[in-house]
């Protein structure tokens, strides 16, 4: 069922985002033309839990849908992350201020996988601590939020939560750990 690409040719090409117009062959012989496809760096996110078992989530505006909402902590892989764990670990201090002692990998999911050509890996972390300042980005603005399991799964409920791979992440998260989502 692959297709083969034929070519491609780039239409715009920048740090955050790249679109490329593809020419396909499907295996019958079919040419597919235009084929466009976004291309992002691969991202990471954590269910994270402090030492004390609250869960650090975020609040932050998110301007294409103009909305403020409740975020898992996660962001880019960089070019200096030498693993997917390192990233994480990374974001996690960089946005929360928190370091954390243990992490385990749930796999990863794809928000579009018929535009979207990058993955996103999902985690758990534990055993967090505040250890320093968050260190954001020039444009980031991340209230960080510790909750309670009973008030995530009430703002989960709530639709609070609406960045669909974040919901996805702890659902995997709640069901390695045993958790009910109600």
């Known amino acids: 069922m692959n297709w083969k690409t034929v070519s491609s040719d780039y239409l715009f090409k ?3 985002f790249t679109v490329r117009r593809d020419t396909c062959e499907r295996p019958d012989g079919k040419i ?3 084929y466009y496809v976004y291309e992002f ?3 990471v996110t954590a269910l994270a839990f402090t030492k004390e078992g609250k869960i650090v989530l975020e609040r932050q505006y998110r301007h294409a849908i103009g909305e403020t909402s409740f975020e898992l902590p996660g962001g880019c892989v960089d070019a200096t992350d030498t693993n997917l764990q390192e990233a994480i670990a990374r974001e996690l201090e960089e946005e ?13 999911t794809c928000c579009n996988p018929s535009t979207n050509n990058n993955w ?5 972390a534990k055993g967090g601590e505040l250890k320093k300042e968050q260190s954001l980005d020039e444009n ?7 909750l309670e399991l009973d008030e995530l799964k009430e703002i989960l409920q709530k639709g609070e939560i609406i960045q669909s791979m974040h919901i996805t992440t702890i659902f995997y998260a709640f069901q390695h750990l045993g958790i009910s989502l109600h």
Request: charged letters at 20%; zero cysteines; glycine letters at 6%.
């Open 41 to 43: 760096p691969t991202w």
């Open 14 to 16: 920048d740090e955050w």
């Open 120 to 124: 996103m890996h999902m985690f758990i």
């Open 140 to 146: 980031e603005d991340i209230e960080v939020h510790l």
């Open 96 to 108: 929360t201020g928190y370091h954390f002692n243990e992490y385990i990998y749930l796999g990863k």
């Open 32 to 34: 597919v033309t235009p």
